[in-house]
């Protein structure tokens, strides 16, 4: 996908008042509008301008564009970068999903991907609009709940025309177990109503920051368990630490293989449902430089000298492949 640079679309700075973008629009406009243009490529260069303006001349989707910066390097592909939008409180369903869509007529495939998902805010009539903000948590956060203070931005025009960002910060309580694109709603929290009509509430879409131990699937968590070569051989206990910090135990059967994933029912993510801990075992064998360990492999070697790893390793291939086509 190709970045637009809209500033430049319509020649102005970065900085530029609505007042200089409305003649900067105005002026572009009269010089590429195809029913007075004799530039050739003047129904392309319209449609730029027109998007460009769209944009700039909308408070909450210039703020939003805004947090991508300036242009990638001439050639390389644009995606947004995850969670672009996060922390903004617009009004809708959220940063870039809560501006319609030109329609057919044809905006380019970067303004759909930023802005194309429809509208999907509002509320009653006379009800506050409702808001929306994405906010991002740790996993140890979304697993046992939290209290927290968020600070939300909002766009807004000063005396100038200029757009700038407000901040308000607020309470939020995390109920323990929510998971990512489930929404934590504020009543209250979004647009006042009208004619004595209540205030929209403002939506909290969750997501959860990457974590150095465990991943999400879904409800289940997932986390490498390192073993030494003997614990997998010989099965045991070991010590399993969770998010919040318990420890658990787990058993690991003997004859355990490097790759093999143990289950624990009901250990993921807390919830109505909870799901599963998924461990994934990794063997982590002794340096063969420490003197020990060598004399045990060369020990190894001698007393199990039949033993092939590679024959092993191809028998349970086929016997997978075997499995897969019954």
């Keep these: ?16 008042s609505a007042d200089e973008i409305k003649k900067a629009y105005r002026r572009l406009a009269r010089k590429y509008h195809p029913d007075v243009s004799k530039e050739a490529d003047a129904q392309a260069r319209m ?25 990638p390097p001439e050639g390389e592909p644009f995606q947004p970068p995850p969670g672009w939008d996060a922390g903004f409180d617009f009004p809708g369903a959220g940063a870039a999903s809560g501006f319609r869509s030109p329609g057919p007529g044809g905006f380019s495939d970067f303004f759909s991907e930023l802005f194309g998902r429809a509208h999907a805010g509002g509320g009653p009539r006379g009800r506050g609009q409702d ?24 766009p807004q ?20 177990g929510v998971r990512p694109g489930q929404t ?20 909290l879409e969750v997501h959860i920051a990457p974590h150095p131990r465990f991943r999400l699937e879904g ?24 998010p919040d910090g318990q420890q658990l ?19 993921g993510m807390p919830g109505t449902k909870p799901g599963d801990l998924g461990l994934e ?22 007393e199990l000298d039949d033993f092939d790893a590679r024959k092993v390793a191809a028998a349970e291939a086929a016997r997978r492949q075997e499995e897969n086509t019954r």
């Design 47 to 71: 449609s730029e301008v027109n998007e460009a303006y769209a944009v700039l001349s909308d408070p909450d989707k210039r703020a939003a564009y805004d947090q991508l910066g300036s242009a």
């Design 184 to 203: 934590i709603r504020l009543a209250g929290q979004g647009a006042p109503g009208s004619d004595g009509q209540p205030a929209g509430d403002l939506l």
């Design 219 to 242: 409800a289940d968590l997932v986390a490498e368990l390192p073993l030494a070569p003997w614990e997998a051989a010989l099965g045991g206990i070991v010590p399993v630490a969770l």
């Design 281 to 302: 075992l990794r063997v982590l064998l002794p340096s063969g430089l420490d003197p020990r360990a060598k004399a045990i492999y060369e020990r190894m070697a001698t």
């Design 131 to 154: 808001h929306h903000a994405d906010v991002t948590l740790s996993l140890e956060d979304a697993w046992r709940g939290a209290q927290r203070k968020i600070t939300l931005k909002a």
């Design 249 to 267: 135990k787990v058993r690991v059967p003997a004859g355990a293989q490097a790759g093999q994933r143990l289950t624990v029912r009901g250990k």
């Design 1 to 16: 996908m190709e970045f637009k640079d809209y500033y430049a679309l319509l020649g102005v700075a970065r900085d530029a």
């Design 157 to 176: 025009t000063d005396a100038q025309g200029r757009v700038t960002l407000k901040q308000r910060t607020l309470d939020v309580r995390i109920p323990a």
